[in-house]
């Protein structure tokens, strides 16, 4: 059976341009954000505060032009997409994990947020360390490469 995705509510952010927008949430723990989940999907959330951090997976709706290999953030030598986090994907699907600091209704306050603001949210899921932490994981290309500012011009 074939499933459509579907939007079920929407990411606020205080980044209103992607220069703005971190590239990790991690990096910006402090940014506050605001999840609504629409309300025919309300009822999904129960239990949802007992977690302290959430995984949002969202759209990346203005991303531009896709390429399987660019330069990305972090690194002036180009990658193929998949090796990275970047947005200009074929299906462009974000991923990020916040930490949840409440709910209200069909709202969830998260901290951690690096999202464009009004972003398409697709789907929610909680974050238990005993499954999503490997602590013996490696950071590929990434190991040994210093957070920096994003490279102007390039998204």
Excluded at 43 to 49: A, S
Excluded at 59 to 80: N, V, W, Y
């Amino acid at each position: 059976m074939k499933r459509e995705i579907v939007d079920i509510g929407v990411i606020y952010s205080p980044f209103k341009t992607k220069e703005e927008t971190p590239i990790q949430g991690k990096l910006k723990p402090e940014a506050k954000g605001r999840v609504e989940v629409f309300p025919e999907y309300a009822k999904g959330l129960k239990d949802i505060e007992t977690f302290s951090h959430v995984i949002l997976l969202y759209l990346f709706d203005r991303a531009s032009e896709i390429r399987l290999i660019r330069p990305t953030f972090l690194d002036d030598s180009p990658h193929g997409i998949f090796a990275t986090r970047h947005p200009c994907r074929p299906n462009g699907i974000g991923i990020t994990t916040v930490r949840l600091i409440g709910r209200e209704g069909n709202i969830l306050h998260v901290l951690g947020i690096d999202v464009l603001d009004k972003t398409p949210l697709i789907d929610i899921k909680p974050y238990v360390p005993r499954f999503d932490c490997f602590p013996e994981a490696t950071e590929g290309w990434l190991a040994g490469l210093s957070e920096r500012p994003k490279p102007e011009g390039r998204e």
